[in-house]
């Protein structure tokens, strides 16, 4: 690949900490299509949740296979996720999945995997979703009511960290109102068109 933003696929990163409302931003943006979006599909060695489906919301596979795709360079992408043993990527194939069909490839990832995709890919757009403030993101975490106090007490601090490389996205996006947020991120996606 040379350096020229025309020979570099069409890639569309979103990130932003848990609580910042990104699977709502991703599933409206995924049905409104302001430009061709092609959701990437991440690969995981965690199991499957109740109603998560193989091959449509991750591609699951166990640790050995994970590590042998790895070895392989069949990853963009990995990281292993909030300290659970757990890694998570991107496959290659995704983004030629995109390109062929001359869409963006759409990647929800973490900040660690963005930089990295961004050194690969330097003309990939980079949007970063966050509140209003920092009590928001805990309101929403709690209102979950899907963690105990601990692992609330984890992410609070993983979104803190994660905060500190918003400035090396191109746009910060404040999701304090859903329409808003989808209107300003439609408007940055349509000007690269």
């Not at 292993?80 to 890694?87: A, I, K, S």
């Not at 609070?156 to 905060?163: D, G, S, T």
Request: charge should be negative; glycine fraction near 4%.
């Amino acid at each position: 690949m040379g350096s020229s933003s025309s020979e570099e696929p069409k890639i569309l990163i979103l990130s932003g900490p848990s609580g910042s409302g990104k699977t709502t931003i991703v599933k409206e943006l995924m049905a409104r299509q302001p430009v061709p979006l092609v959701k990437s599909i991440s690969a995981t060695t965690r199991s499957p949740r109740q109603h998560e489906e193989d091959k449509l919301d991750y591609y699951f596979m166990d640790r050995p296979t994970f590590e042998r795709k790895l070895a392989a360079g069949e990853f963009l992408e990995h990281a292993e996720v909030f300290q659970t043993g757990n890694l998570y990527g991107t496959l290659w194939t995704e983004v030629d999945r995109a390109a062929r069909l001359n869409a963006w490839a759409f990647l929800e990832i973490d900040v660690e995997g963005a930089m990295k995709v961004v050194e690969r890919y330097p003309h990939s757009l980079t949007i970063f979703l966050k509140t209003p403030s920092e009590d928001v993101y805990e309101q929403r975490l709690r209102n979950r009511g899907t963690e105990d106090e601990e692992t609330i007490q984890r992410r609070l601090a993983i979104a803190r960290r994660e905060l500190s490389f918003a400035d090396d996205y191109r746009y910060q996006v404040v999701n304090d109102d859903l329409e808003r947020a989808l209107d300003e991120i439609s408007k940055i996606l349509l000007a690269q068109e």
